[in-house]
């Protein structure tokens, strides 16, 4: 009998300790929606302009990218922000789906090098590199594409109506061991712009 009172107070104990624990998970849950809501990508404009010397038509793209503080931290403790732009170019048919004219995906990747502190912006489809001093000067430098050649002009006949699509896809869910604990909790970060659509008529 002298068990019996310590019964229900075990149980309550449990109870408050199974409270805790859920309360713990929903705060770690909803801090990190929070912190997903904050990775944001927009697509401003978009223009295709043909390049006369070179015979191509060539993308402008205008972006804003913003980061949450966790993230920026995050890239200079060493996590690689990987971005890419996914553009398509299609021929606009009235009775039947439009035809896809061009499509291609034109890679980033930012990164903190500790040792100079400054931060690398390398454009992986061509292997250029350009670092600067600050992250949101890359940042801003990664938001304005200009000259990005698309499609020969000889392969785009004048006359039909076409329509350009663009977006931004930002990749934040690659990190060295240490940080993997801290995507786990914020959901990388990762975050897309919608589908920026303009028509053209070349």
Not at 102 to 110: H, I, P, T
Not at 111 to 139: I, M, P
Request: net charge negative; with cysteine; aromatic share 10%.
């Amino acid at each position: 009998m002298s068990n019996s009172p310590s019964r229900p107070r075990r149980r309550t104990q449990q109870f408050l300790r199974l409270g805790a624990v859920l309360l713990l998970c929903f705060l770690a849950t909803d801090t990190a929606l929070a912190a997903q809501a904050d990775s944001r990508v927009t697509i401003r404009s978009a223009s295709l302009q043909l390049d006369t010397e070179q015979d191509v038509y060539e993308l402008e793209v205008k972006a804003d990218i913003s980061l949450p503080d966790d993230a920026r931290k995050a890239i200079e403790a060493g996590l690689t922000l990987r971005f890419s732009y996914e553009i398509e170019l299609s021929r606009v048919r009235h009775y039947m789906p439009d035809a896809t004219v061009a499509a291609l995906v034109q890679k980033f990747e930012l990164s903190y090098h500790a040792l100079s502190q400054r931060y690398l912006l390398r454009n992986l489809n061509t292997g250029e590199q350009e670092d600067f001093g600050t992250l949101q000067a890359a940042l801003a430098r990664l938001g304005d594409v200009h000259d990005l050649p698309v499609i020969d002009e000889a392969l785009v006949p004048r006359g039909p109506s076409y329509e350009g699509y663009v977006r931004g896809v930002l990749d934040m869910s690659t990190a060295p061991d240490a940080l993997k604990w801290m995507l786990f909790w914020t959901d990388d970060w990762s975050a897309s712009s919608d589908w920026y659509t303009w028509p053209l008529r070349l």
